[in-house]
C-alpha cells in the first residue's frame, strides 16, 4: 500500500483479555518501530525491528507484551492479560533506512 | 528531567499570525525531526534537520545544534495548521529509536 496501515483502529477491551495490534509497513522498508503514546503525552518507544529480527525490545514494558514480525513484513504487537494501564494508542512507524520514519494512524486501546 | 522538551504546551493563534514552537534536547544528536499529529492519532513527519534551516511552504524549521535547540515556525497560519506539533531526536546508540517531546497543542482561530 501507499502508507502504513494499522488495524484495528480502535479496540476495546476487557481488563484481562488478549489483544492483537497489526501493522502493515510500506513495501519494503526494512525497519518496523512501535511506539506506545500514553493520552497527553509524546509517544514511547516499545520495540524495533529490522527485517524479521527484533534488534531492540527494550522499552516494552512488561512480560505481557510481545511482538513479532515472521516474514519481515507483517508485524503483529500482541498484549496478553490487559490492563488498564495499558490503553493508549499504538503507533506503527517504517523505514527504508534510520532516517525518516513513516507512521501509521495508529490504534486506540482502550481497557475496561 | 525529559530528554527532549518543548514549548509552549499549548498554543492558541488567529489566523495570519507567525507562530514559534520551541524544542530544546539534552543529549547529543545526529538529526531532528518536527512531526505533526492530528486528532485520531496519525502522525505525518514534516521534517528532519541535522544543521541550519529547512523551509516546506509556510513551515520552517531551523536548528543550532551548539545551543541544543530547535525552532518551527509557521507562517500565515491557518485554521487547518491546528494539530500537535512533536520534536523527535533518535536515541543515541539506538537503531534510530525516537524520544519524543510531549508536543505542542496548536489551535488557529478563523
Known sequence: ?112 | KNEVEQSPQNLTAQEGEFITINCSYSVGISALHWLQQHPGGGIVSLFMLSSGKKKHGRLIATINIQEKHSSLHITASHPRDSAVYICAVPLRGSQGNLIFGKGTKLSVKP
Open chain 1, 1 to 112: 500500500g501507499a502508507g502504513v496501515s494499522q488495524s484495528p483502529r480502535y479496540k476495546v477491551a476487557k481488563r484481562g483479555q488478549d489483544v492483537a495490534l497489526r501493522c502493515d509497513p510500506i513495501s519494503g522498508h526494512v525497519s518496523l518501530f512501535w511506539y506506545q503514546q500514553a493520552l497527553g503525552q509524546g509517544p514511547e518507544f516499545l520495540t524495533y525491528f529490522q527485517n524479521e529480527a527484533q534488534l531492540d525490545k527494550s522499552g516494552l514494558p512488561s512480560d505481557r507484551f510481545f511482538a513479532e514480525r515472521p516474514e519481515g513484513s507483517v508485524s503483529t504487537l500482541k498484549i496478553q492479560r490487559t490492563q488498564q494501564e495499558d490503553s493508549a494508542v499504538y503507533l506503527c512507524a517504517s523505514s527504508s533506512d534510520r532516517n525518516i520514519q513513516y507512521f501509521g494512524a495508529g490504534t486506540r486501546l482502550s481497557v475496561l
